[in-house]
Structure formats: structure tokens, C-alpha cells
């Protein structure tokens, strides 16, 4: 395969990971706002049998929903980490590009007025941006694996 040519596997790993950040980052915050709507139900019920049992159920479900909201919080920050680190070593231009496409949501005809480059330009670079964001994800999560690995080996 040509140099030039987008590899078509790397393109969709890379859209992958951004729609899964994009998405996660939807669930951790539906998750806060049911932890905020069951921590004012559990303030708001009343002392009567009925009442102190819908409390201690609403403090059952807060906190059932605050550790899945802090595990996805988790999970969104090393991901988010991950992909910043990623990001860091790509050209800045296609940084930009991704950035304004999936994280602002801008149209293509947005992203390449903000580049200076024609839609059909913009469509272009943007699958190798996804190419190389997805080579340089791949290793920062091999680093880090491998950096983990090492952080568990005893000391000689």
C-alpha cells in the first residue's frame, strides 16, 4: 500500500476513540445530574414511615449513582489523558482540525474556512489527522502500559 493512501483500519480506530469520548463524556454527565437529582430527593423527603423509607432508598440510589458517576469520571480522565498525549505529538493543523470537528462540532464548511482550506481539503486531511491520532493513541497507551509494568517490578 502506497504511503499517500489513508489506511482505512487506523482511520475508524481513530474515529472510534473520539466518538467513545464524546459519548462517555455524555454518560458521566448524565450520571452527575442523576447524583444532584437524588441528593435533593433524599434532602426533600419527609419523617413519616413512607417518607423515611423513600429517604433511605433515595440515599441508596445516590450513592449507587455517585460511584458510577466517579468510575466513569475516571475512565473519562484517563482516556481524556490519553488522547491529550496523543494530540501533543501530532502536527498542530490537524489538532485544530479534530478539535474543531468533534469536540466543537463545527460543520466542514467551518473547519475549512478555520484551516484556510477548501470543505473538500478539510474532508481530506481530516482522515489522515484521524490516521495519525490513532498511531499516536495506540503508543501513548503502549508507554503507559509498559511504564505501569515497569512501576511493578520490585527494585534490584
Request: aromatic share 6%; hydrophobic share 35%; with cysteine.
Amino acid at each position: 500500500m502506497a504511503k499517500t493512501m489513508i489506511d482505512r483500519e487506523k482511520m475508524k480506530r481513530g474515529e472510534e476513540v473520539l466518538r467513545s469520548l464524546k459519548s462517555l463524556k455524555k454518560l458521566a454527565e448524565a450520571e452527575r445530574e442523576e447524583a444532584a437529582r437524588l441528593r435533593e430527593m433524599a434532602k426533600g423527603s419527609s419523617f413519616s414511615w413512607a417518607g423515611e423509607r423513600r429517604g433511605r432508598d433515595a440515599e441508596r440510589r445516590l450513592l449507587e449513582a455517585e460511584e458510577r458517576w466517579a468510575q466513569d469520571a475516571q475512565r473519562l480522565a484517563r482516556q481524556e489523558a490519553q488522547a491529550a498525549r496523543a494530540m501533543e505529538k501530532m502536527d498542530a493543523r490537524e489538532c485544530l482540525l479534530l478539535h474543531l470537528r468533534w469536540l466543537r462540532g463545527c460543520t466542514w464548511e467551518g473547519v475549512g474556512m478555520r484551516l484556510y482550506v477548501c470543505e473538500r481539503t478539510a474532508r481530506r486531511m481530516h482522515g489522515a489527522a484521524l490516521c495519525h491520532f490513532a498511531e499516536a493513541y495506540e503508543n501513548c497507551g503502549r508507554e503507559e502500559h509498559e511504564c505501569g509494568a515497569d512501576n511493578l517490578k520490585p527494585a534490584s
